[in-house]
T-cell receptor, first 113, second 112 residues
Framework: EADIYQTPRYLVIGTGKKITLECSQT?????MYWYQQDPGMELHLIHY???????EKGDLSSESTVSRIRTEHFPLTLESARPSHTSQYLC????????????FGDGTRLSIL | QKEVEQDPGPLSVPEGAIVSLNCTYS??????FMWYRQYSRKGPELLMY????GNKEDGRFTAQVDKSSKYISLFIRDSQPSDSATYLC????????????FGKGTLLTVNP
C-alpha cells in the first residue's frame, strides 16, 4: 500500500480565503504530482515536480501554486479561493524511472462557498 | 479526438460475472499501460501495470494490451460486490517526461 497522505480530506470555506492543501509521501519518491478531478471527468494534471526546487505547470491551467522544499512534501496553495476552485484535488508520487507508475493519496474534496 | 477514450458506463453485472472494461487510444507513443480502481471518496489505487503489448494476469484480473489496434482491456473473473468501483485506464509514453493520460473511468456495480 502506497504511503501518501493528504490533508485535509474535506474543506468547505468561504470565497477569498487563502488555502493550503498538504501532501506528504514516505516512499522517498522524487516525482510528485497534483491532479484535479471533477465528477465524470478525467483526471487533469495541474502541477508536477521532479525533485526539490523543481516545479512545473501541468496540462490544465490552474490559479494554484506549489512548492517543493523537501522531497517528501508538496503543498498546493490557493491565494484567494473562488467557487470555480471547487473540485477534488489528488496528489500522487512516483520514482524517477520513466515507466514507474504513480501512487495516489485519497484526495482533498474542496468546496468554496 | 481525445487521446484516450473510455466508455463511462455505468456497467451493472451480477455477482460471479466476467467483466470486460476497455480503452482505446490514439497516441502510438504510449508504451506503459495502467488500470486504477477508485472507490467512492478515495484516491485511485494501482491495479495492473503493463509495458508494451501482451497479457498480464494477477488473481482474478487480466490486463491485455494490443498496440497494433491501440486497444487495452481489463477482465475481471468471478466478479464480487467488493469490485464495485470506478475503473480508470491510464497510459504514458515514458522517458524523462513521465506524464499519465487518463480515461474518464467506467463505473462498475456488481450486484449480490
Amino acid at each position: 500500500e502506497a504511503d501518501i497522505y493528504q490533508t485535509p480530506r474535506y474543506l468547505v470555506i468561504g470565497t477569498g480565503k487563502k488555502i493550503t492543501l498538504e501532501c506528504s509521501q514516505t516512499m522517498g519518491h522524487d516525482k510528485m504530482y497534483w491532479y484535479q478531478q471533477d465528477p465524470g471527468m478525467e483526471l487533469h494534471l495541474i502541477h508536477y515536480s521532479y525533485g526539490v526546487n523543481s516545479t512545473e505547470k501541468g496540462d490544465l491551467s490552474s490559479e494554484s501554486t506549489v512548492s517543493r522544499i523537501r522531497t517528501e512534501h508538496f503543498p498546493l496553495t490557493l491565494e484567494s479561493a473562488r467557487p470555480s476552485h471547487t473540485s477534488q484535488y489528488l496528489c500522487a508520487s512516483s520514482g524517477l524511472d520513466g515507466g514507474e507508475p504513480q501512487h495516489f493519496g485519497d484526495g482533498t474534496r474542496l468546496s468554496i462557498l | 479526438q481525445k487521446e484516450v477514450e473510455q466508455d463511462p458506463g455505468p456497467l451493472s453485472v451480477p455477482e460471479g460475472a466476467i467483466v470486460s472494461l476497455n480503452c482505446t487510444y490514439s497516441n502510438s507513443a504510449f508504451q506503459y499501460f495502467m488500470w486504477y480502481r477508485q472507490y467512492s471518496r478515495k484516491g485511485p489505487e494501482l491495479l495492473m501495470y503493463t509495458y508494451s503489448s501482451g497479457n498480464k494476469e494477477d488473481g482474478r484480473f487480466t490486463a491485455q494490451v494490443d498496440k497494433s489496434s491501440k486497444y487495452i482491456s481489463l477482465f475481471i473473473r468471478d466478479s464480487q460486490p467488493s469490485d464495485s468501483a470506478t475503473y480508470l485506464c491510464a497510459m504514458a509514453s515514458g522517458g524523462s517526461n513521465y506524464k499519465l493520460t487518463f480515461g474518464k473511468g467506467t463505473l462498475l456495480t456488481v450486484n449480490p
